[in-house]
């Protein structure tokens, strides 16, 4: 029997490289699933390659307007009849672009496009799903990153954006306890291609620098597939229920990397 037996997740940013691997592991372990992105193309891929069982449903808008977080969840209700778990894999990198080489006067739209795509687009999530979610005493799982804790992980707006999911995880996880759980996810890297700023004219890129295995204490990449269950024991009613306001860091020992090296190797 799967984690999620019988229960139905909203998967926001569900076209993109861990997205995907989140709808993949919900359907799995018996969850139903509608799957929300901006990018109809590869929702249309999505639905194309799990869609078959009739578990999974598509849903295409911008997530950081309040009018497609309102419509996702009546999609929710209306093909799968409510509301279990509310996943948001939705991100912006800005390519770690540093202060200095922003233009001032990009600079606003940049902000604004940045932590309104990774903060905003969760908090219209979660305010337009929350009676839905306490009616059945549901979950929200949100995706940080190594860049919620420290530097180098993208620019000041990336990291000042990750930053806030934190604070946002903590508050949310108290205003509404105790009938909806809200932790989140901070993967290090995952080899996918994400979408830039468009404020200042970035391409979808590359999310992992080349080297990056170098500095890794546990030495590889992951595959975007190596999150997907942690975002099934965070969406579980059972399997997490004594965790609220928590961030799990998934970060291949970034976070404890030291100075010199990034582990003894071989010598163990
Ligand atoms: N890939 C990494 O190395 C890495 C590292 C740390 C954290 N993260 C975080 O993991 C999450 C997923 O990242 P990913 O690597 O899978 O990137 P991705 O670009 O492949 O996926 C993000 C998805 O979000 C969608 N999206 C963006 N803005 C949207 C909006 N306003 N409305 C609807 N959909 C929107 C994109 O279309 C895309 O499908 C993000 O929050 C990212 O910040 C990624």
Not at 71 to 78: F, H, I, L, N, S
Not at 140 to 166: D, E, N, Q, W
Not at 176 to 181: E, G, K, S, T, V
């Amino acid at each position: 029997m799967g984690m999620l037996e019988e229960q139905v997740a909203l998967v926001v940013g569900a076209a993109g490289g861990i997205g995907r691997a989140v709808v993949r592991r919900y359907l799995a372990e018996g969850a139903s699933v509608v799957a929300v992105d901006r990018d109809q193309d590869r929702l249309d891929k999505l639905r194309g390659e799990f869609g078959a069982g009739g578990r999974l449903a598509v849903f295409a808008g911008d997530a950081a307007a309040w009018s497609t977080s309102e419509a996702m969840v009546a999609k929710a209700v209306e093909e799968f009849g409510g509301l279990d778990v509310l996943v948001s894999c939705v991100g912006v990198w800005d390519q770690a672009v540093r202060l200095v080489d922003i233009p001032g006067e990009r600079l606003g739209a940049a902000f604004d496009e940045c932590l309104r795509g990774n903060v905003g687009s969760v908090l219209l999530n979660v305010r337009a799903a929350l009676s839905q979610l306490a009616a059945r005493n549901g979950r929200v799982v949100v995706t940080g990153s190594f860049a919620s804790y420290r530097t180098s992980g993208g620019g000041v707006l990336y990291t000042s954006a990750k930053h806030a999911v934190v604070g946002l995880v903590s508050q949310l996880a108290y205003e509404l306890a105790p009938r909806i759980r809200v932790n989140g996810v901070a993967p290090g890297v995952a080899q996918t291609v994400m979408s830039g700023l468009r404020a200042l004219d970035q391409c979808p890129t590359d999310a992992v620098l080349p080297g990056t295995e170098n500095a890794l204490p546990l030495g590889t990449i992951p595959d975007a597939d190596d999150y997907g269950a942690l975002y099934a024991l965070l969406g579980s009613a059972t399997a997490s229920a004594a965790m609220t306001g928590t961030m799990v860091a998934a970060d291949s020992g970034l976070l404890v990397r030291g100075m010199a090296q990034a582990s003894l190797g071989g010598d163990l």
